[in-house]
C-alpha cells in the first residue's frame, strides 16, 4: 500500500543520512551504520503508528464539517 511504500523510501533515505553523520561523528561507518540502522528499525515502525494514529483524526481534512 501507499503507507508502506512511504515509510519504506523514507527510512531509506534517513539509513543513508544517518549512516553518513555516524560515520562524520565517530569516524567509522561500521559504528555510523549500526546507529543508523537501529534508528531506521525504530523509526520505521514510530512512522507506521504515527500515520495510523492521524489516519483516524478527522481534523484537518477537507470533508470536515465545521
Known amino acids: 500500500s ?3 511504500v512511504k515509510a519504506l523510501t523514507w527510512q531509506f533515505s ?3 543520512t544517518m549512516t553518513v553523520i555516524g560515520y ?3 569516524g ?3 559504528v555510523g551504520g549500526r ?3 537501529l534508528g531506521t528499525i ?3 515502525f514510530a512512522y ?3 500515520e495510523s494514529l ?3 483524526i478527522r481534523w484537518g481534512q477537507n470533508d470536515e464539517k465545521l
Do not use: D, P, V
Open 14 to 16: 534517513g539509513l543513508i
Open 2 to 4: 501507499r503507507l508502506l
Open 48 to 50: 507506521l503508528a504515527h
Open 42 to 44: 525504530t523509526g520505521f
Open 24 to 26: 562524520l561523528i565517530s
Open 54 to 56: 492521524w489516519a483516524r
Open 35 to 37: 546507529i543508523a540502522f
Open 28 to 30: 567509522s561507518f561500521n
